[in-house]
């Protein structure tokens, strides 16, 4: 009885084992994410634990982070890895804001997400920029296909907005935690709406630093069909 409530810890249903996070803040030293390289390798330990398989590194490239280049960035992924012995396999790309100095970045180079020239973006989380339609046009004809970060957590998008956008045929980058309400109770409810409506292409873990994300994970509990659905953009993630 009331079987169709019961919900489940993701840990431990396995969901998360074998999967590949195209989304994560673990360079060290770079964003707002892990501050040294200690920092780094616990997060990365606690990802194998978990069952994950390969990840994503993707720093972010705003103004605010102006020393990070695609050349930069290289060069220190390049150093971190020499120090990483794990089994996770460590991929190199980059979060890209929509802001001023983009049509710069576009010009004078990227680092692509996943194996198909994918770029993953994002905006600020309350305002629109004044140019996202261009912006996002001008990446289609440099030849990437725009990857929306956690477009649940952006206060001023309506359900409009995310629907002329997947009509545009960009895709949509579910993170994990807005479902367990860490990001708040808004993000939580859109993210659940855009989930059900078949929105999500993908899906990551945007992780910054463990101290509260680690311990909402593993006592993070969904139901069945959420669940089956996160699978889906698990196996999709796989394809990118
Ligand atoms: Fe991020």
Redesign the pocket.
């Known amino acids: 009885m009331f079987g169709f409530k019961r919900k489940y810890n993701v840990v431990q249903s396995g969901l998360l084992r074998g999967m590949r996070d195209i989304?994560a803040?673990i360079l060290p030293g770079v964003d707002d994410g892990a501050a040294t390289a200690t920092q780094s390798l616990e997060i990365l330990d606690y990802l194998a634990q978990l069952g994950f398989r390969e990840v994503w590194f993707?720093p972010?490239v705003m103004e605010d982070c102006p020393g990070n280049t695609p050349e930069a960035l290289t060069r220190q992924f390049e150093a971190f890895r020499t120090r990483y012995a794990g089994p996770l396999s460590l991929r190199l790309s980059s979060?890209y804001m929509l802001d001023a100095l983009f049509p710069d970045r576009l010009q004078t180079g990227l680092l692509p997400l996943g194996d198909k020239q994918h770029l993953l973006v994002?905006t600020s989380y309350m305002f629109s920029p004044p140019d996202l339609d261009s912006m996002l046009l001008d990446i289609c004809k440099a030849g990437y296909t725009p990857v929306i970060?956690h477009p649940e957590r952006y206060g001023y998008m309506s359900a409009a907005d995310h629907q002329a956008l997947k009509e545009k045929g960009y895709a949509f980058q579910l993170n994990l935690m807005s479902l367990s309400g860490y990001y708040g109770t808004y993000a939580r409810r859109v993210g659940e709406q855009l989930l059900e409506a078949g929105s999500y292409n993908y899906i990551g873990t945007?992780l910054h630093h463990l101290e509260r994300y680690q311990p909402m994970l593993d006592s993070f509990k969904l139901s069945r069909r959420h669940l089956d659905l996160l699978a889906q953009l698990i196996e999709n993630n796989n394809q990118l």
């Open positions: 989304h803040h993707t972010h979060e994002e970060a945007d």
